[in-house]
């Protein structure tokens, strides 16, 4: 028997927008228009923790999609600044501060300073990392701390500090930042416990926020990067190394971490999910 076919609306953002087209797709018992497809950026603001790389290369993307955009930094202040002329190059406005997120304080003030920067705040991605080897001998409490405090503890404050701005817009978007060796759920490297355990302790986070904040409209996903770009010093032998084991034998780059953030900010029913960009290094 033939398909029976309903038309079907694709229709704009949370916020809504105008009617762009309809199709004939199998009818399944609901002749509801598509709503929502996705967050429009244009005019929205966010906040970024951590401009070094990966950082700053989101939040151009951003700028170029639409998007106010705020930057925190720790010591790479010439790298938050050169991000913050090329936002406003693109016709977006920038805030860009100093802020140690080992601070509580110093967590509220960053976001509320970006809220009130713009008027808005609609997306919190928390970048902000360290990343060291430490042997398990030297791992005592300052050592920990000064892990966990960034990776873990801060995302959480700085949530906490962005949910009521959300709230105010009447809904945003939490994106957090794992590892592709924390969501394989093994450590696999000595001499990163602090890291592994924050970096871990980040899945979950995301996940309890998802439930936590799904009435107010507040997604929360988590990105876990796998061989992006090689850190600097990184030998050839390095380098190859790292391809032979991913199994699609390359580096990603920025833009497959940028693409990843756009969908988690974009989409508008995918909460407490980790998607690890990783070339596929987690299955070997």
């Known amino acids: 028997m033939p398909a029976a076919y309903c038309n079907v609306g694709l229709s704009g953002a949370l916020t809504g927008s105008a009617r762009v087209g309809c199709r004939k797709v199998p009818a399944m018992g609901c002749s509801r228009p598509l709503a929502r497809t996705k967050m429009d950026l244009t005019g929205r603001a966010a906040l970024i923790t951590g401009a070094k790389r990966i950082g700053g290369a989101v939040a151009r993307e951003l700028a170029r999609r639409g998007m106010d955009v705020?930057?925190?930094?720790?010591?790479?202040?010439?790298?938050?600044?050169a991000a913050g002329a090329d936002i406003r190059a693109a016709g977006r406005r920038a805030h860009v501060a100093a802020a140690n997120l080992?601070?509580?304080?110093?967590?509220?003030?960053?976001?509320?300073?970006?809220?009130?920067?713009?008027?808005?705040?609609?997306?919190?991605v928390n970048m902000a990392s360290v990343y060291s080897a430490i042997p398990f001998e030297d791992t005592d409490a300052l050592a920990w701390n000064a892990v966990v405090d960034i990776d873990l503890r801060a995302a959480f404050l700085c949530a906490r500090a962005a949910v009521p701005h959300m709230r105010r817009g009447g809904g945003g978007r939490i994106v957090n930042f794992s590892d592709w060796v924390a969501s394989s759920g093994r450590p696999r490297y000595p001499g990163y416990l602090p890291y592994y355990v924050a970096k871990a302790g980040a899945i979950a986070l995301t996940e309890a926020l998802a439930l936590e904040l799904a009435r107010d409209q507040i997604l929360v996903n988590a990105v876990a990067p796998g061989p992006i770009l090689a850190p600097p010093?990184?030998?050839?032998?390095?380098?190859?190394?790292?391809?032979?084991?991913?199994?699609?034998?390359?580096?990603?780059?920025?833009?497959?971490?940028?693409?990843?953030?756009?969908?988690?900010?974009?989409?508008?029913?995918?909460?407490?999910?980790?998607?690890r960009v990783d070339g596929g290094r987690h299955v070997r």
């Not at 960053?110 to 997306?123: E, Q, S, W």
């Not at 390359?250 to 998607?275: H, K, N, P």
């Open 70 to 81: 705020a930057i925190s930094y720790n010591r790479s202040r010439d790298e938050a600044e």
């Open 102 to 124: 080992s601070q509580p304080d110093e967590c509220r003030a960053i976001v509320d300073a970006a809220a009130n920067a713009f008027g808005r705040l609609d997306v919190l």
């Open 233 to 275: 010093g990184t030998s050839p032998e390095e380098m190859k190394a790292v391809e032979d084991a991913t199994p699609l034998g390359r580096w990603g780059g920025e833009d497959a971490i940028t693409r990843a953030v756009l969908f988690l900010i974009e989409t508008d029913f995918v909460t407490g999910e980790t998607i």
